[in-house]
């Protein structure tokens, strides 16, 4: 590639992985710079030597009507990493009521819906009548988006329903919102779940369900070191940009660790929120002091391989236990099967000791799990996420940023920024494909 690239790109998380393949396709000559040697940001996966499993830095979970994510895995030749269930397929137990499930026919959206609740056990005939005007009620949220933002989950969920079904859908809905928002329902925005809800309900049965990469998150990436070789674009390892560069009143490159200067038309920075802080001079970070001071919310997540199956389902809710979500990975040989586990807005596990937090989860699934009972647990290995997400509070959503800046040529990109979703991989995707627009 010539010298002086179109655009930086600095970060390989999913954000600037979209923005550079992006970027790429259109012609454009793209320099990413990323500290790590490896792609995927906070999302990475590796090969444990000792026994030969892929495992990742976290359990990932995708939804199938991901339209961003998709665009960018099949721009990658990924996609057949990802597997999918074609439609929304829901196991939750739930301490004290059993097992129960939300199942959609493959029906017209929003019929897939419906018939979903209406077949769900758990649900009162209140609750079935709450869940059928789920969507209206949606809508009827992100349509006063200004009296919406100060709304919590726990407080739009429970608003006042004279039938007294609202907490009986509520209980069916918090684990969803939870994992969503990596939140509480109490703390939660109530207009980002909104919008998650109107996603998963407006799409067509065959993408209403969940992904998983099918052995780990590093295969979603594999295609894109080559994408960027064949296009006249590259990716530098172990480099850091320590700032951005300002010349005549535009982004004109980064200065790296070690004093080198890098030059480029544009700049995008995909990075996290509280890198800014010393990624941009402090007369342009006065639009973003109060966000990059923004807290975490951490996801604490395992991985235990027991010497057989344990679980009913691919992906199964744990509704009364420490333990949020279970999902089967799969068998890695004969007599070793996978379980992921997740824990999200896990404040107080974020500083527990892993061995506990280990058996604790083991507990949990052989409450809720009969087959999980008699099983042995080969390992069992801890995933402490501190730096999950930026949090999706009422509070915090009116400091995410949009993608373009002051600084002409400048641009962010990262789950953090303004792209109407919680800070998810659809929203990291979602944010590097329109900093990319801006650009082209």
């Known amino acids: 590639m010539s010298a002086r690239p179109d655009v930086i790109v600095v970060g390989a998380g ?64 990924t996609r057949d990493a990802l597997h999918a269930d074609s439609t929304l397929h829901l196991k939750l137990w739930e301490r004290g009521h059993g097992e129960y499930e939300l199942n959609a026919p493959n029906l017209p959206a929003p019929f897939h819906w419906l018939a979903a ?14 869940a059928l005007t789920l969507h209206p009620k949606v809508k009827a949220l992100l349509a006063q988006p200004e009296a919406a933002a100060p709304l919590t989950v726990e407080r739009w969920l429970l608003a ?14 918090r ?12 703390d939660g925005s109530a207009l980002l779940f909104a919008r998650v809800l109107d996603r998963l309900l407006s799409a067509p049965a065959p993408k209403s369900g969940l992904a998983l990469a099918r052995r780990g998150l590093g295969e979603l990436f594999t295609g894109f070191e080559r994408y960027l070789e064949s296009r006249g674009s590259s990716i530098h ?73 344990v679980l009913p389902a691919r992906f199964i809710g744990m509704i009364g236990t420490a333990t949020q979500w279970a999902f089967d990975r799969g068998s890695r040989a004969v007599d070793r099967h996978q379980v992921g586990t997740i824990r999200s807005a896990a404040f107080r596990d974020a500083t527990r000791d892993a061995g506990t937090i ?18 042995r647990v080969l390992n069992a290995r801890v995933f ?9 509070t009422p509070m915090v959503q009116p400091l995410r ?28 995707v979602q944010s590097g494909h329109r900093a990319a627009a801006l650009i082209a």
């Open 14 to 77: 999913f954000a600037g992985v979209a923005a550079a393949s992006a970027l790429a396709e259109q012609g454009a000559s793209v320099l990413v710079l990323e500290t790590r040697q490896r792609v995927g940001g906070r999302a990475a996966s590796w090969t444990d030597p000792r026994t030969g499993e892929v495992l990742d830095n976290g359990q990932h979970v995708l939804g199938s009507f991901y339209e961003d994510t998709l665009r960018l895995l099949d721009r990658l030749g």
């Open 117 to 130: 609740v209406g077949g769900c056990s758990r649900l009162s005939a209140s609750g079935r009548m709450a």
């Open 160 to 173: 006042a329903d004279g039938a007294g079904g609202a907490e009986d859908l509520a209980a069916v809905l």
């Open 175 to 186: 684990p969803i919102a939870v994992a969503a928002l990596n939140e509480e329902t109490k």
């Open 237 to 309: 390892f172990r480099t850091t940009a320590l700032g951005v560069r300002i010349e005549n009143g535009r982004a004109a490159g980064v200065s790296l660790l070690g004093g080198e200067r890098l030059e480029a038309g544009a700049v995008i920075l995909a990075v996290t929120h509280e890198r800014l802080g010393w990624m941009l001079r402090p007369e342009l970070l006065v639009p973003y002091r109060e966000l990059v001071a923004t807290p975490w919310s951490p996801i604490v997540s395992s991985v235990h391989t027991f010497d057989r199956p």
């Open 358 to 375: 280990a058996a604790e989860t083991t507990a949990d699934l052989r409450e809720a799990f009969p087959a999980a009972r008699d099983a």
């Open 384 to 392: 402490k996420e501190r730096r999950g997400t930026i949090r999706s």
């Open 401 to 428: 940023p949009r993608s373009a800046t002051a600084v002409p040529g400048l641009f962010l990109a990262g789950d953090w920024t303004d792209t109407g979703l919680p800070a998810t991989i659809e929203s990291a």
